[in-house]
């Protein structure tokens, strides 16, 4: 029996793989979401209540842990995501089940060099700063862990994302796709169903267990590129592409929140960011899967009533 907690993008895909591959699964949210499946149990379960926790995971293998902060805020992230992680993991020790954990990309300090899984993870400050201190206290703790790193999200079900509805809305009404950044940058992105995939298969390897991994992840493209293959994938003509230049999101951020929270992440899209996976392909004998494949399935789950 696998536990997922959310059911987000990830947690969603997780649970419905697992459950497609034979196992039972069990999704614990506050509202008692996830897929329909009969291998999939549904329970309202407030994760940060140890007490509720202990009792979900027993008899549990593993446990995806795909629940983020409230906010995309640094002071959200610092108050809620340290503590939230300690509970699981503390519950997934004395179940003798593995952490397998979701992870960005914010934590290197050297993102103008192309990431591998080798590459420093000690950026300081910010939302970058908490994501190396929840890596740190991942390794230190007694809970078996797994975090296995993606960029960008796309893909089914994926809306709160740069490719996300800010993208796929105007493709589908035929209107103009406006950036972050730079419209001519490489970036990575990794689509989920394949993170999914390699988060299960690291959970089925004790091997891999204690290491940082990263999602199959294919080749990088430019933000229009990306908007290109969705359209493409959907019969519709290439949509026209501008970028918000970045200055403009850091004079905003001196009077607003959310922008300033936004123009900290700003060197992802200004500059070329990104990742290798090839290594963690080679371990977890997994593949990405093409970009047109992907975007097809992408914009398929978009055009259904969701």
Not at 145 to 158: I, K, L, N, Q, Y
Not at 235 to 247: F, M, N, Q, T
Request: net charge negative; with cysteine; charged share 15%.
């Amino acid at each position: 029996m696998y536990v997922v907690t959310g059911a987000g993008p990830v947690g969603y895909t997780v649970a419905e793989q697992l459950a497609e591959q034979g196992h039972q699964v069990r999704v614990l949210t506050r509202s008692g979401s996830g897929p329909e499946h009969p291998l999939v149990e549904r329970l309202q379960v407030d994760v940060s209540d140890p007490a509720q926790l202990h009792q979900a995971m027993e008899g549990a293998r593993a446990v995806f842990h795909c629940i983020h902060g409230s906010a995309y805020r640094a002071s959200a992230w610092a108050a809620e995501l340290p503590q939230a992680e300690q509970v699981v993991m503390d519950a997934a020790a004395a179940a003798g089940a593995v952490v397998v954990f979701p992870e960005s990309l914010y934590s290197y300090s050297q993102p103008d060099r192309v990431m591998s899984e080798s590459s420093p993870r000690e950026a300081i400050g910010g939302k970058r700063g908490i994501r190396v201190q929840l890596l740190k206290a991942r390794a230190a703790h007694a809970a078996s862990t797994v975090s296995v790193v993606a960029g960008d999200f796309f893909g089914p079900r994926v809306k709160m994302a740069h490719a996300g509805e800010r993208m796929m809305t105007p493709i589908l009404a035929g209107k103009a796709v406006q950036f972050i950044g730079s419209k001519s940058q490489p970036h990575s992105f990794t689509y989920v169903p394949d993170l999914g995939a390699a988060m299960i298969a690291a959970a089925q390897k004790p091997e891999l267990w204690n290491t940082v991994l990263h999602a199959p992840t294919g080749p990088a493209v430019t933000q229009g590129e990306m908007a290109a293959a969705h359209a493409a994938a959907a019969g519709l003509s290439a949509p026209k592409v501008s970028a918000v230049p970045g200055w403009v999101f850091r004079i905003a951020g001196i009077v607003s929140t959310d922008m300033r929270e936004l123009a900290e992440m700003l060197y992802q899209f200004e500059r070329p960011f990104v990742m290798d996976s090839s290594e963690s392909q080679r371990l977890l004998g997994l593949e990405p899967t093409p970009l047109p494949e992907a975007a097809t399935a992408t914009m398929a789950w978009w055009v259904q009533p969701n």
